[in-house]
């Protein structure tokens, strides 16, 4: 099905209970049929890519507003605490997917085929009588398999005029990739679906993701203003890992003239760009000339790259409020739970850096936000430890559908309902593999509980610790520090615990 376009590129988803206990016993799979088809709601999952959560308003931005994305907030639940298990855009996709941690999925990193054999929670709901569709981003290079509608990006997509992979083929569209992925999203709920069945919608996004390409709404946002700069723009990476010192991810050195606008605007892949940037250079004989140099340059840099990233964040709420309107005008906002979310967080110049892979807070952090009317309390705010572990079983719980014993993850569904249960998760546990590789992050693997963190580099047998309480933005580390010995031992006994919970057999 075609979507309407909208712009060119001006420059640059249970039948009764006896049908549903029927279906249990022949799929194999476990399903509750203690909610009527009538009652089970509707369940839209909005997924974005790299949207760190201090680029939106609710969680209290200083550099950009987020109206629509504020309003699901203000009518729901926004969770504090919400973290990754590896931060990286296939492996978090496929966790979401699975319940389950990467080194159970198989899907480590970026350049691992996902088994769509294995089970997910969109099968799952199929079982259980909901009509299942996910329009846009993939990124786990097979098909997507579970689903009664597809329409995904290949690969990455482009930000203008991307082709699209379907069950009948690839079909090309001209447009803004983000205004596409909506009008697909539209057409379906308004025309693809069966509207006798409840359906879980996965609306998922390229944006904001490198190289952070505005829409034509959004072409001169910001041009009149000055976006303020992280306090820690200019960190030296001082008492903190040697890998800090080796990475490839900073404003200064590492934003290529493909990210900065300085050259043709084609889709490059990873090679490509190494191409490109060799041929064209970083310009620095440009800047210089116009008198660019030292934190001068960093800070035009950072004006250059966060100007598009906030750019191309706008144009994703524009268009979740086109969606949040449509489910407003037909009825189905009364019974459709809404969640907002991306698959990790992102540097936005935070410790002088892009990108995410680290364990440390920017890129751990994933935002959470969750509007079920007349189930969620408006405008409260969770600070549980949670995970994107946990919103496989969180979804199947809120069809009304039992969660396989082997999924890793905590339906989330008690804390929606204002309580936590007394067994609820104290610690998380989290581990990177992607070394060597883009942006040079080494592997490494840890633990944060509501206050510590302690992470392992194991291959350079490194530690670090960080009291999350006295040190918020991670400056210093301080497992050397005598006066956090007992907090060591704790929590590398806490970390062998999680390693063992989840089976983590991986090599170290």
């Not at 997917?97 to 199929?126: A, E």
């Not at 809120?398 to 569904?413: H, Y």
């Not at 609820?424 to 509501?450: F, N």
């Amino acid at each position: 099905m075609q979507p309407t376009i909208r712009h060119r590129w001006a420059g640059g988803l249970v039948f009764g209970q006896v049908l549903a206990l029927f279906l249990a016993c022949v799929s194999g799979y476990q399903v509750r049929a203690a909610v009527p088809t009538s009652e089970k709601p509707n369940i839209l999952f909005v997924f974005t890519d790299d949207h760190a959560s201090h680029a939106i308003s609710a969680y209290g931005s200083k550099i950009n507003r987020t109206p629509n994305i504020d309003r699901l907030a203000s009518e729901g639940m926004l969770f504090r605490n919400c973290f990754c298990t590896n931060s990286i855009c296939a492996p978090s996709r496929a966790v979401v997917l699975t319940g389950k941690h990467s080194h159970v999925n198989g899907v480590i990193h970026n350049g691992i085929t996902f088994d769509g054999d294995q089970q997910t929670f969109p099968k799952l709901l199929r079982h259980a009588g909901y009509q299942t569709a996910i329009i846009g981003k993939w990124h786990l290079q097979s098909e997507p398999t579970g689903f009664d509608h597809w329409q995904v990006l290949i690969g990455q997509g482009p930000y203008y005029n991307p082709p699209f992979l379907t069950p009948d083929g690839k079909i090309e569209v001209t447009g803004y990739t983000t205004d596409i992925i909506t009008d697909l999203a539209l057409d379906w709920l308004k025309s693809g679906r069966d509207k006798s069945k409840p359906f879980m919608l996965m609306y998922q996004h390229k944006a904001p993701h490198r190289n952070w390409q505005p829409g034509p709404d959004h072409l001169n946002m910001y041009d009149d203003v000055t976006i303020p700069e992280p306090v820690t723009l200019f960190d030296d990476w001082a008492n903190r890992n040697s890998g800090c010192q080796e990475q490839e991810m900073t404003i200064a050195e590492h934003l290529s003239p493909h990210d900065l606008k300085l050259v043709p605007q084609v889709e490059l892949n990873d090679e490509q760009r190494v191409a490109w940037d060799a041929a064209y250079g970083p310009k620095n004989e440009a800047f210089e000339k116009a008198g660019l140099t030292g934190d001068d340059l960093v800070r035009w840099k950072y004006q250059r790259y966060i100007k598009d990233y906030l750019r191309c964040v706008a144009s994703v709420d524009d268009n979740l409020g086109r969606v949040l309107q449509y489910l407003d005008e037909t009825g189905l906002a009364d019974n459709t739970v809404v969640v907002y979310s991306s698959d990790q967080g992102f540097y936005l110049g935070d410790h002088g850096w892009y990108d995410k892979r680290w364990m440390y807070e920017v890129s751990l952090r994933m935002p959470l936000i969750v509007r079920w009317p007349g189930k969620i309390k408006p405008e409260t705010v969770n600070t549980d430890l949670v995970q994107n572990l946990d919103f496989a079983a969180t979804f199947l719980e809120l069809a009304g559908c039992e969660v396989p014993a082997d999924m890793q993850g905590q339906s989330i569904v008690p804390l929606l309902q204002g309580r936590t249960p007394p067994d609820w998760r104290k610690s998380i546990y989290y581990r990177y593999y992607e070394y060597p590789a883009v942006h040079m992050v080494p592997k490494h693997y840890g633990v944060r509980t509501d206050r510590y963190k302690l992470i392992h580099y194991f291959e350079r047998n490194e530690w670090e610790l960080f009291d999350l309480e006295k040190d918020p933005k991670e400056m210093r580390s301080v497992y050397a520090d005598p006066a956090y010995a007992e907090q060591v031992v704790e929590l590398k006994r806490e970390l062998e615990h999680l390693r063992e919970k989840y089976q983590d057999n991986q090599p170290l």
